[in-house]
């Protein structure tokens, strides 16, 4: 029983993510490159989206399109490829760098250039052969080329594990279709004396207020860009932007026939406006009602221990979540167990118990780092959208109840052995197995401000991410860090007696129920006969072990036969496709965010619910505020969308959609509106008076 044990932790760490289909690494050891797809094959061969994934060391970099003072762009030769008919490069918004004296314009660490691509026979194989040529740069530039090669197969375009990481950067491309959102008002070239240099003056209208705007300009090559200097408005919604150049005397044709691109960026907006220039022999004069921007607290960037302190914070309220709560009947029987018993021995224990916290919340960092190396999709829960991980949990679930049932008991090797027998019959190592077990239950669940505690640490590197989750795990582990301080608490309890076996099997049910809970998200996963038959073999291990004095040669075979029989059934009883596979109820609409835009611009205000089957949180807030009250008879409106984005299996677009507002967890619920085109986002606990007041605004 321990080895079976053992082996499935060893499952639990493996999140049953395959791969990303992509080709092999290539480059130097400074920067690593290669080609990753969206969808494990062609579907039907339109807008086909792969990404160029570089990974650089500390301070290596590579170039946007427009690179600045220096350097040069990736370049691919696709000449080799057969079966391909066009290609698009995308191009995120860039950061500006100074090398040397030199401004750039540049990516560090990683980024991906998506691509969209057309196949001309979507029946037939795509061999993709690019070669590609790009320079890297620290404080020196190295130019390299490689050839990167990878293979789609025709077939349903389903997500790949890259999926999510292409459409984060796909989300930071800036936008061309800006519509009313942004208004370019003038565009006039003030020519120095010398007729080589300029000033272009450029005066836009935006429909939000802007925080900390920056601009990048682009026009004929013979031209050189300087950084630019932006007053803004006192309603923050205008602003004047000066942007120095020079180069003028190289053009071979007049300036006011060229076109020029500008991009603005600003915070989560960023958008792309062509225009042509006016030239202006008249200096560069004031203009009334601008200023330069302040620096203000709100526009400043959020400091690491600012989101350490949400971390903990956000950990400590998650033990009060309802995915959380059936871990409480461990949380209760460690805590009566230590009636009478010695004050150092409590302290011990509920020690061991936090540092079974936080080492699975450094576990759990550990892995997702290794995940975003890989290039996979990244998130918390994530892991409960793979039905293995859920079989698996279920065995440990079934497990634990059959020992509080007493059908079992596990034992520990000696050396760990001794170290409880101070702590009564359960030993450290089972404090330790009970802190760790309550970190994997909380992983489906969100709480205030650990939304976005998280959501920073996995936009971040492998620092931030350990350091925000050891934080979150100080938080969940803070109810034992005070038990551990004060052990009054619990040695005034009785001495444990008969009376703990009865409250060792009551407290049981909960495990059983969190198994019910585990078997409904497995629902919308598998066919709902195949649940039918998971829970029987869950049963029948149950019985085996209820059973074991009776089937004592074929106890263990048996129950290792029903577990492997167990893992069998999602590829036994795979969920058929068909139009009830969204699950929503006849107030809801599917997610789609063209239609977004669409209603919006029609006038409709649109709720938009990202969730899942294994997010209680979610649920929660749909049976406490969405379907009650004021939110639902509003929702019911016919101006208003409800639109459910079911995260409960893999989803490139809803992927892309959370990156896009630099979110990893759920629950997520933004309105759109006349009156909020960019969108209000709800915190992650919904109450009826932010969604309503949400809503109002929106409607505008």
């Given at each position: 029983?321990?080895?079976?044990?053992?082996?499935?932790?060893?499952f639990?760490?493996?999140?049953?993510?395959?791969l990303?289909?992509?080709?092999?690494w290539q480059?130097?050891d400074k920067t690593?490159?290669?080609l990753?797809t969206?969808?494990?094959?062609l579907g039907?061969?339109e807008d086909l989206?792969l990404?160029?994934h570089f990974?650089?060391?500390?301070?290596?970099?590579?170039?946007?399109?427009?690179?600045?003072?220096?350097g040069?762009?990736?370049e691919?030769d696709?000449?080799k490829?057969?079966?391909?008919q066009?290609?698009e490069?995308?191009w995120?918004?860039p950061?500006r760098f100074e090398v040397?004296?030199l401004?750039?314009?540049?990516y560090k660490?990683?980024?991906?250039?998506p691509l969209?691509?057309k196949v001309d026979d979507?029946?037939k194989?795509?061999?993709?052969?690019?070669h590609?040529r790009?320079?890297?740069?620290?404080?020196?530039?190295?130019?390299v080329?490689?050839d990167?090669?990878?293979?789609?197969?025709?077939?349903?375009?389903?997500?790949?594990?890259?999926a999510?990481?292409?459409n984060?950067?796909?989300?930071d491309?800036?936008?061309?279709?800006?519509?009313?959102?942004?208004?370019?008002?003038?565009?006039?070239?003030?020519?120095?004396?010398?007729?080589?240099?300029a000033?272009?003056r450029v005066?836009?209208a935006?429909?939000?207020?802007?925080e900390k705007?920056?601009?990048l300009?682009?026009g004929?090559?013979e031209l050189?860009?300087?950084?630019?200097?932006?007053?803004?408005?006192d309603?923050r919604t205008?602003?004047?932007?000066?942007?120095?150049?020079d180069?003028l005397?190289f053009?071979?044709?007049?300036?006011?026939?060229q076109?020029?691109t500008?991009?603005l960026?600003?915070g989560l907006?960023?958008?792309e406006v062509k225009t042509?220039?006016?030239p202006q022999?008249?200096?560069?004069?004031p203009?009334?009602?601008f200023?330069l921007?302040d620096?203000?607290?709100?526009?400043?960037p959020?400091?690491?221990?600012?989101?350490?302190?949400?971390?903990v914070l956000?950990?400590l309220?998650?033990?009060l979540?309802?995915?959380?709560?059936?871990?409480?009947?461990?949380k209760?029987?460690?805590?009566v167990?230590h009636?009478?018993?010695a004050?150092?021995t409590?302290?011990?224990?509920?020690?061991a118990?936090?540092?079974?916290?936080?080492?699975s919340?450094?576990?759990?960092?550990g892995?997702?780092?290794?995940?975003?190396?890989?290039g996979?999709?990244i998130?918390w829960?994530i892991?409960?959208?793979?039905?293995?991980?859920?079989?698996a949990?279920?065995?440990?679930?079934i497990m634990?109840?059959a020992?509080?049932?007493?059908f079992?008991?596990i034992?520990?090797?000696?050396?760990?052995?001794?170290?409880g027998?101070?702590?009564?019959?359960?030993?450290i190592?089972?404090?330790?197995?009970t802190?760790a077990?309550?970190t994997?239950?909380?992983?489906?669940c969100?709480?205030p401000?650990?939304?976005?505690?998280v959501?920073f640490?996995l936009s971040?590197?492998?620092?931030?991410?350990i350091?925000v989750?050891s934080?979150l795990?100080v938080?969940?582990?803070l109810p034992?860090?005070?038990i551990?301080l004060?052990p009054?608490?619990?040695?005034?309890?009785?001495r444990?007696?008969?009376?703990?076996?009865?409250?060792r099997?009551?407290?049981?049910?909960?495990?059983i129920?969190?198994?019910v809970?585990?078997?409904?998200?497995l629902?919308?996963?598998?066919?709902?006969v195949g649940?039918g038959?998971?829970?029987?073999l869950l049963a029948a291990?149950l019985?085996?072990?209820?059973?074991k004095k009776?089937?004592r040669?074929?106890?263990?075979?048996?129950v290792?036969?029903?577990?492997?029989?167990?893992f069998?059934?999602p590829?036994?009883f795979?969920?058929q496709?068909?139009n009830d596979?969204?699950?929503?109820?006849?107030?809801?609409?599917?997610?789609s965010t063209?239609?977004?835009?669409?209603?919006v611009k029609n006038?409709?205000t649109?709720?938009?619910?990202?969730?899942?089957?294994w997010?209680i949180t979610?649920?929660v807030?749909?049976?406490?505020?969405?379907?009650?009250g004021?939110t639902f008879?509003l929702l019911?409106?016919?101006?208003?969308v409800?639109?459910?984005?079911?995260?409960?299996?893999?989803?490139?677009?809803?992927?892309?959609?959370?990156?896009?507002?630099?979110k990893?967890a759920?629950p997520?619920?933004?309105?759109?509106?006349?009156?909020a085109p960019?969108?209000?986002i709800?915190?992650?606990l919904?109450d009826q008076?932010?969604?309503?007041?949400?809503?109002?605004?929106a409607r505008g």
């Open positions: 029983m321990k080895r079976l044990l053992i082996i499935l932790s060893l639990l760490l493996w999140n049953g993510s395959s990303a289909q992509s080709s092999d480059g130097i690593q490159v290669r990753v969206a969808t494990t094959a039907k061969g989206l990404g160029l990974k650089m060391q500390k301070n290596w970099k590579v170039y946007w399109r427009s690179p600045g003072d220096a040069y762009p990736p691919l696709w000449s490829s057969t079966n391909l066009s290609v490069m995308l995120p918004r950061e040397l004296g401004e750039t314009l540049g660490e990683e980024v991906v250039y969209l691509l979507p029946t194989p795509l061999d993709l052969h690019a590609l790009f320079l890297t740069c620290a404080d020196i530039c190295v130019p080329e490689a990167l090669a990878l293979t789609l197969d025709p077939g349903e375009a389903v997500p790949s594990d890259t999510q990481l292409i984060k950067f796909k989300s491309v800036p936008r061309t279709d800006h519509q009313d959102k942004v208004s370019l008002d003038s565009a006039d070239l003030h020519l120095k004396a010398d007729q080589k240099n000033t272009l005066k836009l935006t429909d939000w207020a802007l705007p920056d601009v300009m682009e004929p090559i050189v860009f300087f950084k630019p200097s932006i007053a803004l408005s309603d205008a602003a004047l932007i000066d942007i120095p150049l180069g005397q053009l071979e044709t007049p300036v006011a026939d076109t020029f500008l991009t960026m600003d907006h960023a958008y042509k220039v006016t022999t008249g200096p560069l004069g203009v009334d009602g200023s921007p620096d203000s607290p709100s526009a400043a959020v400091s690491l221990w600012t989101i350490m302190a949400l971390a956000g950990g309220i998650l033990n979540m309802p995915c959380v709560l059936p871990v409480l009947s461990l209760i029987l460690g805590l167990s009636g009478g018993a004050t150092a409590v302290r011990l224990s509920f020690l118990s936090a540092a079974g916290i936080l080492f919340f450094l576990v759990l960092a892995g997702l780092i290794a995940l975003k190396a890989s996979a999709a998130g829960g892991q409960f959208q793979q039905p293995l991980f859920l079989i949990l279920l065995m440990v679930l634990f109840a020992n509080m049932w007493g079992f008991e034992g520990l090797p000696g050396w760990m052995s001794s170290l027998a101070r702590s009564h019959s359960k030993g190592g089972g404090h330790f197995a802190g077990f309550a994997l239950l909380a992983t489906p969100s709480a401000f650990l939304g976005t505690a959501g640490a971040q590197g492998p620092t931030e991410i350091a989750f934080a795990g938080g969940l582990a034992y860090l005070l551990a004060f009054g608490v619990a040695t005034r309890l009785p444990p007696g008969p009376w703990m076996v009865t409250l099997k009551v407290l049981a049910l909960a495990l129920a969190t198994a809970w585990l078997l409904s998200v629902l919308a996963q598998i066919d709902p649940v038959v998971l829970a029987g291990i019985l085996a072990f209820a059973l009776h089937l040669p074929l106890a263990t075979p048996l290792l036969a029903l577990i492997v029989a167990a069998f059934v590829q036994t795979e969920r496709a068909t596979t969204i699950k929503a109820e006849t107030l809801w609409v599917a997610f063209r239609k977004i835009d669409e209603l006038g409709r649109v709720f938009v619910d990202v969730t899942a089957d997010c979610c649920q807030n749909k049976k406490l505020v969405v379907y009650q004021e008879d019911q409106e016919d101006d208003i409800a639109m459910s984005a079911d995260w409960t299996n893999p989803d490139a677009e809803i992927s892309a959609f959370l990156a896009r507002y630099k990893f759920i997520f619920n933004i309105v759109y509106g006349p009156g960019e969108g209000i709800l915190p992650e919904l008076k932010a969604v309503v007041n949400a809503i109002t605004k």
